[in-house]
């Protein structure tokens, strides 16, 4: 028996009393590629991020770990929710224009002195100033850096459009204008290497593009260090209190934790690992997140359909955005109609083998995602599911 096929057999004992479209979590693996993490961040504690997990319960055990210190969250109100619960250390990491939160956020001293909100134009601590109703408590204040790798003077970007922010002397400007304003305390930078650190660099069967982008993140982490390095001297030269330097991600971890210029570290995808973070040369994980669809029809010779499934992930359309049919191996989609919305034809030898009923097993493209589409979280142990935790959507949260 392969160690997919043995996998597929214990998640099927441990939920043969469920129906499905049932997703769960296997902890061990959960545990082991928390491990990694903290292996690969070399001693820089590592700040989860909690878009790739969307469940209270997995993010307070991966805290409850060694390594681990703070929540990356994705809303403000995600941030104020988390701090209410009890999360002592939440960093916003995409501004916010949600008027209400930073009224509730000024006005109370404990949400105030637990999340800390990103900034990347003045105007953003203009609406944070119009928005307080009165509130006094001072806000904290994280900047972020755009890490995009720039080629021929500035006619080619690699990485994601997010900060204006680019040289020391723009951040260390803005800087400046935080510590001017009274109501906010400038106590961090932040950097995500996006087109390092969540794109693989060891596709199957694609061996040119690989080694392409293996080229590209070389060059860009060169790049980014060293900037990153002359910003962040630029920065505490106005703020020298500065409480942290974030960055990384789940695929750049090892080599964002080499920078000096670095206090911790960013990773969530890298808990459930999903089917993009496949291709990498760098690391790799053990699957932990995964949903079973039942088979509700046999219209053929090698054909089943299954219930659903048509949970596609954001980002540029495409197969790659799919979820891919994991258990049992050799399954795959019908071209002509894909994963649908209520049924999913799948093609294969393994449908023959399988009877109205049986679950198939399914990996998600990205990493929190998957928990919008899902309630309750079954948590397994070895053959059997210990405990039930609800998701986001569970806990009737839905942020974005």
């Given at each position: 028996m392969t160690p997919r096929a043995a996998d597929r057999s214990r998640y099927d004992r441990a939920t043969a009393h469920l129906d499905a479209p049932v997703a769960i979590v296997d902890l061990e693996a959960f545990d082991a590629n928390a491990e990694d993490l903290v292996r690969r961040a070399g001693?820089?504690?590592v700040r989860v991020a909690s878009k790739s997990v969307r469940c209270r319960a997995l993010l307070e055990r991966v805290l409850a770990r060694p390594g681990f210190a703070g929540v990356m969250s994705f809303t403000l109100a995600e941030s104020l929710w988390l701090a209410r619960a009890g999360f002592a250390d939440v960093l916003l990491a995409y501004p916010s224009v949600d008027r209400a939160g930073?009224?509730?956020l000024a006005r109370d001293p404990k949400l105030a002195a637990a999340v800390t909100v990103m900034v990347d134009d003045?105007?953003?601590l203009d609406l944070i100033d119009a928005s307080r109703s009165g509130g006094e408590e001072e806000v904290r204040v994280c900047l972020e850096l755009d890490t995009a790798l720039r080629l021929l003077g500035g006619r080619i970007r690699i990485g994601a459009r997010r900060s204006p922010l680019r040289t020391p002397a723009e951040l260390a400007e803005l800087a400046r204008s935080v510590g001017r304003r009274p109501g906010f305390r400038l106590v961090g930078l932040m950097a995500y290497e996006g087109h390092v650190a969540g794109v693989g660099d060891a596709v199957a069967g694609r061996?040119?593009?690989?080694?392409a982008v293996r080229l590209m993140q070389a060059a860009a982490r060169r790049e980014l260090a060293e900037r990153r390095a002359a910003v962040v001297r630029a920065v505490r030269a106005v703020a020298p209190d500065l409480e942290f330097v974030n960055g990384g991600g789940t695929g750049s971890v090892q080599h964002t934790a080499a920078e000096e210029a670095v206090t911790e570290i960013a990773a969530g995808s890298g808990l459930f690992v999903p089917r993009l973070f496949d291709h990498y040369s760098s690391f790799s994980g053990r699957p932990a997140a995964l949903f079973a669809q039942p088979v509700v029809r046999r219209p053929g010779v090698g054909v089943v359909?299954?219930?659903g499934g048509g949970y596609p992930a954001s980002g540029v359309a495409g197969e790659d955005r799919l979820p891919v049919p994991y258990l049992p191996e050799g399954l795959r989609y019908d071209p002509q109609e894909g994963p649908g919305e209520v049924q999913t034809p799948l093609l294969g030898s393994p449908a023959d083998d399988l009877r109205i009923g049986d679950k198939v097993w399914f990996r998600h493209a990205k990493a929190g995602e998957l928990c919008e589409r899902f309630d309750s979280l079954r948590l397994v142990e070895g053959d059997r599911v210990t405990d039930t935790v609800p998701?986001?959507?569970?806990?009737?949260?839905?942020?974005?």
């Open positions: 001693g820089k504690p930073f009224a509730e003045v105007a953003q061996p040119l593009r690989s080694r359909t299954v219930l998701t986001y959507r569970g806990e009737g949260k839905t942020f974005l």
